[in-house]
């Protein structure tokens, strides 16, 4: 079992930069497909990024393409998540998960390991 822990979420301006962060441990990370959802107050949590288990392969929301970069460090254990040019509509509690399964999937029932999310606030 892996347990995941996000870092690194704040108050930013529009057109602002964050990079959030998910610590795993229990588990080598390399084992897993990793991936970002948020979920901002009154709405479904929604995909963001995923990334393969060896950081060959990532996979993006449109609504993110070309502003957010995922990453994965497998030897610190650790996935990031680059957010550039953001917009009040980003704000949201962004949740890292593991899929021990390797489906680089887009959907929150294809993750088995969830942490309790990052506040990201994106002001105007």
């Known amino acids: 079992q892996v347990q995941l822990v996000e870092s690194g979420g704040g108050l930013v301006q529009a057109g602002g930069s964050l990079r959030v962060a998910c610590a795993a441990s229990g588990h080598t990370i390399r084992a897993y497909s990793m991936g970002w959802f948020r979920q901002a107050p009154g709405k479904e949590r929604e995909f963001v990024a995923a990334?393969?288990?060896?950081?060959?392969?990532?996979y993006y929301a449109d609504s993110v393409k070309g502003r957010f970069t995922i990453s994965r460090d497998n030897a610190k254990n650790t996935v990031y998540l680059q957010m550039n040019s953001l917009k009040p509509e980003d704000t949201a509690v962004y949740h890292c998960a593991a899929d021990g399964s390797l489906r680089d999937g887009r959907l929150p029932a294809e993750y088995d390991y969830w942490g309790q999310g990052t506040q990201v606030t994106v002001s105007s």
């Open positions: 990334i393969s288990w060896s950081g060959g392969s990532t």
